[in-house]
């Protein structure tokens, strides 16, 4: 029994070192981030002599960050609410009609997860701007066709184990097929929704190539568009640079420790499903 | 998403449903657009129109101008692409970088994985901290490291007297370790997470039996956890390896392909061809290619993992 608790310490140890090498990125860049310009190249290993509060005055105002924040917001809650939408109505839909046009259709969706952005960027960006579907709304509609696959595939698996019983019962009760899917169904698919909601998140939020190629306006940029600027115009003045990644860095924990059951969850049910 | 290959097989509508529903088989269609139309629109418009119409401008020349002719040059893009010593040389790296990459994320993860399940009293914060890079986008996170291999690692050079962490990201091979080291801190928290969920679905009996039976700590995970653990490993090698492949945000922001191209991936390369040399056709066959790798390795790669997967 000693030799397994002895053996349960030395996990407890070298799981703790291990944990402060994996923490290290973000502890360095935090202190680095309060340091002037000359403190960073003397002493980078260093804790801060003072707090440089303005290098985030100055980040905060030249990332323009209040309106990259509202642009990232706006751009994910929109495209996650309308993805929810409409993939759990065809998710629905589908799993209810057995027919062979609704297995081909599905199937086509599930085929399309191999597919790499890569190969459909050239001619999708072409097709856009053309018809002149571009910035904000346009990005809300492509990340809409993106990720149609991943959602479409999560719902349909999950309503195939709603029993039909439920519809035919709401069906005799007079319910339209809307008030259906709306009052009974949808709230149903709730756990599946919080997965979907999770996993868009991840994508949506720190998405930088997609916004790079259709986003062309200014005051439009997402906050990775917007650090990509800045980082460019900062080179080498780290003191800057680290405290607007650092600013970058800050929603996304906050998120993190808000909904950290939820993302663990989500992610793992996303990816066994 | 990989056990999708079969098609929901059912029975036919049941009696009720086709009672409420045949008066018009034309409403039943009506209905079926209505809640499937949307998302099939978005689809075709932004994945498999552009699919096709790309696999057209492989065969072309074209600068991608709205308005500028594009011609019409059969297999030309494809037999340039084989003189192409970039190209090539990116492929192979891409190649390189996913192997080696795959291996260590999930080899890490994994023994994360085994360590958090263990009853440490540190558990959940080792979790927290092991899976949190994973939550933060690659850009972010490649500006974080260049900070760190060049300013940090020069830094550390000094003081501990170790020559070989100066000049990181400034050479072909360093270039190549600092991407596997950023994307292996990302993403092997991310498997552990997965590793984790199927660790915990191993019955405890099978555990307790095994230990009554005298078996070691190490032929316990040889014989009983690995084997239950593969399809998790199904699951992350897929993920891990389309991953690699396509990486794109990460080779931007930490190497920005340099020095001179050579730790240019793929995905890097499609982009680069098509707006910085605005050869969009040539571009698009190299896309074409790319697809058709993803596709294959994935592919290949599940089905042979499938065999060995057990049942229990």
Redesign the interface.
């Known amino acids: 029994m000693t030799g397994k608790k002895r053996f ?1 310490l030395f ?2 140890v ?3 070192t ?2 402060i090498v ?2 290290f ?2 502890y ?2 935090l202190i ?1 981030s309060f340091k002037t310009k000359p403190q ?2 003397q ?3 260093n804790l801060p002599g003072g707090l440089e509060w303005s290098n985030y005055v100055k980040a905060f105002e030249r990332l323009e960050f209040l309106q990259a924040f509202a642009n990232s917001m706006f751009i994910t809650v929109g495209s996650i609410l309308l993805l929810i939408l ?2 759990s ?2 998710g ?4 209810r ?2 027919s062979t046009l ?2 081909v ?6 085929s ?13 960006i ?2 856009m ?2 018809i002149g579907f571009l910035n904000r709304l346009g990005l809300i ?2 990340y ?3 990720g ?3 959602s ?2 999560l719902y ?2 999950f309503v ?1 184990s709603v029993p ?1 019983e439920l ?2 019962a709401a ?2 009760d007079g319910c339209s ?1 809307f008030q259906l ?1 709306r009052k009974v169904i949808f709230p149903i698919l709730n756990p599946i929704t919080l997965t979907v909601i999770i996993l868009l998140t ?1 994508w949506i ?5 997609l916004p790079s190629l259709v986003i062309n306006k200014e005051g439009m940029q997402t906050i ?1 568009l917007q ?2 600027f800045f ?1 460019g115009e900062y080179t080498k003045q ?1 003191h800057l ?2 405290a607007g ?1 650092t600013l ?2 800050i929603p ?2 906050i ?2 420790f808000a909904a ?1 059951k939820y ?2 969850r989500g ?2 049910q ?4 | 998403m990989i056990y999708a290959g079969g098609l929901p097989i059912g029975e036919g509508p049941s009696a009720l449903f086709r009672g409420v529903a045949m008066p018009g088989s034309i409403k039943r269609r009506l209905l079926f657009w209505a809640f499937v139309g949307p998302l099939v629109f978005a689809f075709f418009v932004v994945v498999v129109i552009p699919f096709l119409w790309g696999i057209y401008y492989s065969f072309t020349e074209w600068n991608g101008i709205v308005r500028s002719q594009v011609e019409w040059v059969g297999l030309q893009n494809y037999i340039d692409l084989f003189d192409d010593e970039q190209f090539i040389y990116s492929f192979w790296f891409t190649v390189r970088f996913a192997v080696v990459s795959v291996i260590l994320i999930n080899g890490i993860g994994f023994a994360l994985a085994l360590m958090v399940t263990q009853p440490l009293r540190s558990s959940n914060a080792l979790r927290t901290v092991f899976f949190m890079p994973n939550l933060i986008g690659g850009l972010i996170l490649g500006f974080v490291w260049q900070f760190i291999f060049i300013q940090v690692f020069s830094a550390l050079a000094d003081v501990l007297n170790l020559d070989f962490l100066r000049g990181w990201l400034s050479t072909p091979e360093t270039g190549f370790w600092g991407l596997v080291i950023l994307m292996t801190w990302q993403m092997a928290g991310y498997t552990m997470v997965i590793y984790i969920a199927a660790l915990q679905s191993i019955p405890g009996e099978l555990l307790e039996a095994a230990e009554i039976d005298g078996s070691t700590l190490w032929s316990k995970t040889r014989h009983i956890i690995i084997p239950l653990v593969a399809p998790a490993f199904t699951i992350n090698m897929f993920l891990m390896l389309s991953n690699a492949f396509k990486l794109y945000d990460q080779n931007l922001s930490l190497t920005n392909g340099g020095p001179f191209n050579s730790t240019q991936m793929l995905a890097m390369n499609i982009y680069n061809t098509a707006f910085q040399f605005d050869k969009m056709g040539y571009a698009q066959a190299k896309a074409v290619i790319f697809f058709m790798v993803v596709a294959t390795v994935s592919i290949i790669q599940v089905r042979m993992n499938k065999r060995r997967e057990v049942e229990y």
Do not use: C, R
Not at chain 1, 112 to 124: D, E, R, W
Not at chain 1, 270 to 273: C, D, E, L, P, T
């Open positions: 349960i996990l407890e070298i799981g703790i291990i944990g994996f923490f990125p973000f360095i860049m680095n960073i190249f002493n980078t290993l409409f993939a109505m065809a629905w839909k589908l799993v009609t057995k609704s297995s259709i599905f199937f086509m969706f599930v399309a997860i191999l597919i790499p952005f890569q190969s459909v960027m050239l001619p999708l072409t097709l701007g053309k509609f492509m809409l066709g993106f149609s696959s991943l479409l595939f349909h698996g195939k039909k519809d035919e069906i005799i097929e899917f991840i939020w720190n998405d930088y190539l990775p650090m990509f980082f780290w640079a680290l990644l970058a860095i996304v924990i998120f993190y950290q993302i663990i992610v793992t996303g990816a066994i499903k």
